[in-house]
C-alpha cells in the first residue's frame, strides 16, 4: 500500500554496492514490493510495498537492510550500538487514560542534510498515516534537543489555558484554538474529540514541544539543515507500535551513521529504557516448513535461509529482529524461508483428487430465462447495482419502498443499492433516443431492499419495449410465454403502480405469490426520462420462480 | 455476367428503363418517356450501373428559370409593356396606374426602364406627363425582347443562350424576382458496351419477380423463369436479441471453472463485517479497514443472523489466536462491530462462508464470480462496483507446490500462456501469499492475480480444524477489457444500445 521514493545512489551508498535498477525490481520482491519507476533525471526509485505490517520497509535504509541479508552481505539479525544516554521523559498520570505510551531516543555525531530530512519525513508520513491508523494509534515527532532542557514532560493539559506557536505559525494560540484553526489541527482533530484535557509534550522550561498528536512548536519542534541532535518521540495507544516505531527510526539513523542514546521514560509506576530492542524467540518445526511448502531442508539450510531473512536460528528457536513485529505465527518466519529459498525454485506439482465442478442451481435457472429472453429478440444489459433515489423512485413516479442506503457515499449519484431493475431499462432507454426502434432490452440482476430489520435481496429480471405500437398484449405475451416453458401459468389481477398507466398494469401472481408487475407506462415517467416513445415493460422475482420451479 | 442472365435480372422498371435508353439520355426525358417516378428512375438508373448497363452522369450546370414575378408578367405582360399601352398618345401618371392597376414600385420601374429605352418622353409639370416617341411605337409593335425571353422553354441552361438573350437576361436579372439562375445537377445516362449488347437480347417482360403461396399452389410458376436476383447485393444491416458482451464472458470464465471441477458458491451483496473481513483474519484496526475502504450502510445497521459459536471463535483468534499457535492480533475484538452491515468488498467473503458451510465438501474445488464494491471514484480505469473470481481449493496434503500448479494452469486457461512468475505478495489471510504475473500474448507481462494458503487463524475458527486452503484470485475486469477491446472500464456496464447491439461476438 505505501509507495517509498528514494534516490538510487542513497540506496547503493547504503548497501555499499553498486546494483542495477532491474536488480532492484527482482529484490523488491523479496520485500513484497511492487517496483513503480525509476527516473533517471531525478535518481529516483519508486516501490509500493504492500505488506501493511512491515513498515520497517517503508524507508530506503530498511530496504537496503533487506538487500544486503538477501546478498549474503550481512547474516542474521543486524548490530545496532546504543549507549544510554542521560536522558528523561517524565510521563504524568494525566496523561495515561488518553494516550498513555511514548517511546523516546537521541541521536547525534552527524548533520542532517535535506535528502535525511525528507527520507525521515516520509518514514514518519507513511508510518503513522497506515500502521498508526491516522496518527490514531502511533504518532512521531522530531525535535532539535539544543533547544530543549531535559527531562521532559509529557501530560495532559487545558486546552484553554496553554498556549504555543505552532508550525508554520507566527503567533501564540491556545490548543482550543490550534484544533479548530491549524490545517493539521482540523485533520487530526477527531482524535481528540471528546477529550477534557489534550496530551502535551513541554521539556523542563514548560516550553511546549508539542500537541500530541497534532503539531509540533514553531521554536522547538522542526529539524532543520545542519542540525546535529535530534530527539525522536512516538507516542500512541498501543505500547508495541510505539516502541516499534523507535526501533524502526533507531535503525535507520544507525545505518546513516548516528550514534544513538536511550532514553529514561518514567511512568507513573514504572520505569523503562527506551527504545526496547529485546529479540524474541518464535518455535518452528521442521514438518512445517514440509506442510506449507513441501520442502524438506536439512538444518544447516533452514539456518542459512532464516540468516539471510535476518533472523538468527538455534535449538529449533528462531530469533526475531525488533523491527520485525509482524511475526504472529511461526508460518510467518516459515513465509521467509520459502521467500529466501525462491518462489521460483519450489516445484510445481498439480491437483491429483478428482472434484466435479457444477453451477449453482439458481444461476442455472437465471440463465435459461436469459436465454429465452434473447430468443424472444431482446438485447440484455448489465448497469451497475449502486444508483441513486431519484433515479429509482422520483424518475419512476413512486414512493421509497424499503432503501439500502450507504452511509458515507463517495458521490450521490451510487448512493444506495436499487431496489428495484425497471429504472436501469429506462436510462437505458433515456440514453438512446436517437437510436433505431424498436428498441428491446432486459436485464437480469440483484435487486436488495430493506423490509424494518431485515435486508432482502432479490434474484429478478425486467423487460421493456419501446416503439410506436408497442401495448400491454406485448409483455403480457412474454410473460406467458417464460411461465408457459416452465410449465406455469398466471392470474393476473388489476394493480395500482404510479410508473405504469392506470388502467394498464397488472401483477402477475402464480401458485399464489405476487412474482411480477407488468403494464404500460406512465406517460409523467417517460417525460421524467424525456422519452418520446411508448414503452411496456415488466419485473419478474426469480428467486421465487426459481423455488417453485425446483419444488415441482 | 452473360448477356443472357443479365437480361434475366432486369426487375421490371430496370426493364422500363432500359428500353428507352437507346433513344433517350437525360434524366428529364427518361420520366417524361416512361412514366415512372423520378425516385424510381433514379433508382433503376443506378442498378443499371451497378450491372454495367448503363454509366450514369452528372453534370453542374447553371440553370435558368423563372422566378415569382416572371411567371406573372409571362400571364399578364411586362409592367413597361402594359404601361406603354396606356399611354396612347399623352397621359399624366394617375391616370396610367388607374389603367393599369401597377403597383407605384412598377410604375417607376417602368419610367426608368422606358426612359432608358427612349420609348417615352417625360415632362415634369404639376403632374408628370408622359408621352410615347416614335420608338416607343416601335417598340409595343415588335415586342419587348425581354418579354420575349420570357416564352422561352425553361429551365435552359445558361451556356445556350445566344447574345441577344444574354442581354434580355442580364436586364432582367437586375430587377426583383423575375428570373434566377442556379446551380443544378444535371443526369443523363449513357448505355455502355455491355448495354450497347443487351439491347440486341430479348428482354422478357414475364419475369416471375416473387415467389407467392399462390404461385405455389396454382403451379402458375411452371414454364416461367425467376428474374435473376443480384446475390451480391449489400442489404440494410439488422440487429438480433444478444446477451451483454460483459456477461457473456463471465459466463464463460464460469464455464472454465466448471470445466477444471469447480463448484459455485455465493454470498449476499449486503455482507457483514464479520464475513468480509473478520472472518478472513483482518484485525479490526486494520489499515484496509478504513471507513473510507468499504461501504457501511445505513439501516439495518446490524445482521442477527451471524453463526455467534463462530462469531466466538473469530473473537478469539483475533485477540489470543485461538488454538492455532499464533500470538493474535491482541486486542479487544469488538464483537458488535463484527454484526455490522456493508457492501460486499471482496470475493473472498464468499470463500469464508463456504468454509463455514455444513456443504463444504473436502477435498472440493470451489469460486465465485462476486460482485463487490468500494470506496472509489468512478472514472475510465475504477468503477465502485465490480466483479471479482475468487476461488479455494480444501483438501489435506497441498501445499504451495500445488498453488503453484493451480496458478500455471489458471495462466494458461485465461491469458494462454505457459510462462508465468510466481512472486512473494501480501495479503492478510494468507501465509505464504503469492502474486501471478503471466506473459500474454498481447499485453505483455501482467499481474493475473493474487493467492496464497489460507493463515489457521483464518481456517481453524471457521472450519473447526486445519486443513490446507488454497485461495487465489484473478482479475477478470482487465482480462475482459483485453478481450472485448475496450479501453473504459466503465464500457464493461455500456448503456450504449449501438454499441451494444454491434459489440464483437468473442
Known amino acids: ?552 | 455476367m452473360e448477356i443472357k442472365k443479365l437480361a434475366e435480372s432486369l426487375n421490371p422498371s430496370e426493364r422500363k428503363v432500359f428500353k428507352v435508353l437507346d433513344n433517350f439520355s437525360s434524366f428529364h426525358d427518361i420520366m417524361k418517356v416512361t412514366g415512372l417516378k423520378d425516385v424510381e428512375v433514379m433508382r433503376a438508373l443506378q442498378w443499371l450501373q451497378n450491372k454495367n448497363v448503363v454509366k450514369i452522369e452528372e453534370k453542374q450546370k447553371e440553370l435558368v428559370s423563372l422566378d415569382e414575378n416572371g411567371h406573372n408578367y409571362l400571364k399578364y405582360g411586362l409592367p413597361e409593356k402594359r404601361f406603354l399601352e396606356a399611354v396612347e398618345k399623352s397621359e399624366n401618371i394617375s391616370g396610367i396606374s388607374k389603367k393599369t392597376n401597377l403597383s407605384s414600385e412598377e410604375i417607376a420601374i417602368s419610367l426608368g426602364t422606358l426612359k432608358s429605352k427612349n420609348a417615352i418622353e417625360i415632362e415634369k409639370g404639376k403632374e408628370i406627363v408622359v408621352s410615347i416617341t416614335e420608338h416607343g411605337k416601335h417598340l409595343l409593335k415588335h415586342g419587348f425582347p425581354e418579354e420575349q425571353f420570357l416564352k422561352e422553354n425553361f429551365p435552359r441552361e445558361l451556356s445556350s443562350l445566344n447574345e441577344e438573350e444574354k442581354l434580355a437576361l442580364d436586364s432582367l436579372r437586375k430587377r426583383k424576382k423575375i428570373v434566377k439562375v442556379e446551380l443544378s445537377k444535371i443526369i443523363s445516362a449513357e448505355l455502355t458496351d455491355i448495354g450497347k449488347k443487351l439491347l440486341k437480347e430479348n428482354i422478357d417482360d414475364n419475369l416471375i419477380e416473387k415467389i407467392t403461396p399462390s404461385l405455389i399452389k396454382t403451379n402458375a410458376w411452371k414454364g416461367k423463369k425467376f428474374r435473376r436476383f443480384d446475390v451480391k447485393i449489400n442489404v440494410p444491416s439488422i440487429f438480433a436479441g444478444r446477451k451483454q458482451h460483459y456477461r457473456r464472458f463471465l459466463d464463460e470464465v464460469r464455464q472454465k471453472f466448471i470445466a477444471l471441477g469447480f463448484k459455485e458458491m455465493t454470498g449476499p451483496l449486503v455482507e457483514t463485517d464479520f464475513w468480509d473481513m473478520d472472518s478472513l483474519f483482518m484485525p479490526q484496526f486494520h489499515a484496509a479497514r478504513d471507513i473510507h475502504q468499504g461501504y457501511y450502510i445505513k439501516e439495518p445497521k446490524y445482521a442477527k443472523d451471524l453463526p455467534e459459536n463462530v462469531v466466538k471463535n473469530v473473537k478469539a483468534a483475533h485477540e489470543n489466536g485461538f488454538n492455532t499457535g499464533s500470538k493474535g492480533w491482541r486486542y479487544e475484538f469488538d464483537v458488535k462491530r463484527t454484526h455490522r452491515h456493508m457492501l460486499r468488498t471482496q470475493g473472498t467473503a464468499c470463500s469464508a462462508r463456504m468454509l463455514a458451510s455444513k456443504d463444504l465438501q473436502i477435498p472440493g474445488k470451489y469460486f465465485a464470480i462476486a460482485r463487490c464494491f468500494r470506496y472509489d471514484v468512478t472514472d475510465a480505469t475504477h468503477l465502485s462496483d465490480f466483479f471479482q473470481t475468487e476461488g479455494i481449493v480444501v483438501e489435506e496434503g497441498l501445499n504451495f507446490r500445488h498453488l503453484k500448479g493451480l496458478l500455471r494452469m489458471f495462466a494458461e486457461e485465461f491469458t494462454e500462456t505457459s510462462q508465468i512468475k510466481i512472486v512473494p505478495g501480501y495479503y492478510p489471510y494468507t501465509e505464504p501469499s503469492a502474486s501471478l504475473y503471466a506473459k500474454h500474448p498481447q499485453l505483455d507481462w501482467i499481474e493475473l492475480g493474487g493467492s496464497g494458503i489460507f493463515r489457521p487463524e483464518m481456517v481453524k475458527p471457521l472450519l473447526g480444524r486445519e486443513v490446507p486452503v488454497l485461495a487465489w484470485g484473478i482479475g477478470i475486469d482487465r482480462l475482459a477489457m483485453f478481450k472485448l477491446g475496450i479501453k473504459d472500464i466503465r464500457q464493461l456496464f455500456s448503456h450504449d444500445l449501438e454499441f451494444l447491439r454491434n459489440a464483437k461476438v468473442v
Open chain 1, 1 to 552: 500500500m505505501p509507495t517509498i521514493t528514494f534516490s538510487l545512489k542513497d540506496l547503493q551508498h547504503l548497501i555499499g554496492k553498486k546494483i542495477t535498477i532491474e536488480e532492484i525490481h527482482e529484490l523488491s520482491h523479496y520485500g513484497k514490493g511492487d517496483f513503480e519507476g525509476y527516473d533517471e533525471e531525478s535518481d529516483e526509485v519508486k516501490i509500493d510495498f504492500g505488506d501493511t505490517n512491515l513498515p520497517y520497509l517503508w524507508s530506503v535504509e530498511g530496504f537496503a537492510r533487506l538487500i544486503k541479508g538477501i546478498l549474503g552481505m550481512q547474516k542474521g539479525i543486524p548490530k545496532i550500538k546504543i549507549s544510554k544516554g542521560d536522558y528523561q521523559v517524565v510521563v504524568d498520570k494525566s496523561v495515561v487514560k488518553y494516550r498513555p505510551f511514548i517511546s523516546c531516543f537521541a541521536a547525534k555525531g552527524k548533520k542532517v542534510d535535506d535528502y535525511l530530512i525528507k527520507q525521515l519525513v516520509q518514514l514518519q508520513e507513511k508510518f503513522c498515516e497506515t500502521y498508526g491508523r491516522r496518527r490514531q494509534k502511533v504518532s512521531i515527532g522530531l525535535y532539535s534537543y539544543s533547544r530543549l532542557k531535559f527531562p521532559v514532560h509529557y501530560k495532559a493539559a487545558d486546552p484553554l489555558s496553554v498556549e504555543f506557536v505552532p508550525l508554520e505559525f507566527k503567533s501564540k494560540m491556545n490548543l482550543k484554538d490550534i484544533l479548530a484553526e491549524h490545517p493539521k489541527g482540523k485533520e487530526y482533530s477527531w482524535i481528540l474529540e471528546g477529550f477534557e484535557k489534550y496530551p502535551l509534550l513541554t521539556d523542563d522550561k514548560n516550553e511546549v514541544m508539542s500537541l500530541v498528536p497534532i503539531i509540533n512548536s514553531n521554536f522547538t519542534g522542526k529539524i532543520e539543515i545542519g542540525d546535529e541532535n535530534m530527539l525522536f518521540e512516538a507516542t500512541g495507544t498501543d505500547d508495541e507500535a510505539v516502541n516499534l516505531a523507535a526501533v524502526i527510526f533507531a535503525y535507520a539513523l544507525h545505518e546513516r551513521g548516528f550514534e544513538l542514546h536511550s532514553v529514561e521514560v518514567r511512568y507513573p509506576d514504572r520505569k523503562k529504557t527506551s527504545p526496547d530492542l529485546e529479540i524474541k524467540d518464535v518455535a518452528i518445526k521442521n514438518e512445517q516448513i514440509k506442510y506449507l511448502f513441501g520442502l524438506e531442508l536439512k538444518e544447516s539450510e533452514i539456518k542459512h535461509l532464516l540468516e539471510k531473512a535476518q533472523f538468527e536460528f538455534e535449538n529449533q528457536k528462531v530469533k526475531v529482529p525488533p523491527y520485525r513485529k509482524d511475526i504472529l505465527h511461526p508460518y510467518d518466519v516459515i513465509e521467509d524461508i520459502g521467500i529466501m529459498y525462491g518462489f521460483d525454485k519450489i516445484k510445481e506439482s498439480q491437483l491429483q483428487t478428482f472434484t466435479a465442478g457444477s453451477i449453482l442451481r439458481i444461476n442455472e435457472f437465471i440463465d435459461k430465462i436469459r436465454e429465452i429472453a434473447v430468443g424472444l429478440g431482446y438485447q440484455e444489459v448489465m448497469s451497475p447495482i449502486l444508483t441513486n433515489k431519484d433515479l429509482l423512485y422520483k424518475n419512476m413516479n413512486v414512493d421509497d419502498f424499503g432503501t439500502i442506503e450507504i452511509d458515507d457515499y463517495m458521490s450521490e449519484t451510487y448512493s444506495v443499492v436499487r431496489s428495484w431493475l425497471l429504472p436501469n431499462l429506462m436510462e437505458v432507454l433515456s440514453r438512446n433516443k436517437h437510436v433505431s426502434f424498436p428498441q428491446k432490452v432486459f436485464e437480469e440482476g440483484l435487486v436488495n431492499t430493506r423490509k424494518g430489520d431485515d435486508v432482502k435481496e432479490w434474484s429478478r429480471i425486467a423487460v421493456a419495449s419501446s416503439h410506436d405500437n408497442s401495448n400491454y398484449t406485448e409483455m403480457k405475451q412474454i410473460l406467458d410465454y417464460i411461465l408457459k416453458c416452465f410449465g406455469l401459468k398466471c392470474d393476473i389481477e388489476e394493480a395500482e403502480h404510479n410508473s405504469f398507466i392506470e388502467g394498464r398494469v397488472g401483477r402477475a401472481i402464480v401458485k399464489g405469490k405476487k412474482v411480477a408487475y407488468l403494464g404500460e407506462i406512465n406517460p409523467v415517467v417517460l417525460t421524467n426520462w424525456g422519452l418520446e416513445m411508448p414503452v411496456v415493460a415488466l419485473e419478474l422475482n426469480l428467486s421465487e420462480l426459481f423455488e417453485m420451479v425446483e419444488r415441482k
